[in-house]
């Protein structure tokens, strides 16, 4: 099992910088395939980014070219970059960890990207 914890989020200006952590702890945190969702206001939840335990990584095409995902296994941690933040990025920010059949969740993290 694995109890994930998100950070980083709050009130980001467009074109500024977001940076959002997701710490596991209770297992093996390098053999999980990790991944970043999101839920926008009043909108279906969806895929933002995830990496597999090898690396590879796969993006949303509302978020191809603007954000980055990468892990440190050292740290138990994969964390979501964005340099170029939109307002219709505005959304609940929520990783998981997925293995075989098993997934954990976070409890998620507001991001609201405004001036």
């Known amino acids: 099992q694995v109890q994930l914890v998100e950070s980083g989020g709050g009130l980001v200006q467009p074109g500024g910088s977001l940076r959002l952590s997701c710490t596991g702890s209770g297992s093996i945190f390098s053999l999980y395939t990790m991944t970043w969702y999101r839920q926008p206001p009043g909108k279906q939840r969806e895929l933002v980014a995830s990496?597999?335990?090898?690396?590879?990584?796969t993006y949303g095409d509302s978020v191809k070219g603007r954000f980055t995902i990468s892990r440190d296994n050292a740290k138990s941690t994969v964390y979501l970059q964005s340099n170029s933040p939109k307002p219709e990025d505005t959304a609940v920010y929520s990783c998981?960890?997925?293995?075989?059949?098993?997934?954990?969740w976070g409890q998620g993290t507001q991001v609201t990207v405004s001036s």
């Open positions: 990496i597999t335990s090898g690396g590879i990584t």
């Open positions: 998981s960890a997925r293995l075989s059949n098993y997934e954990y």
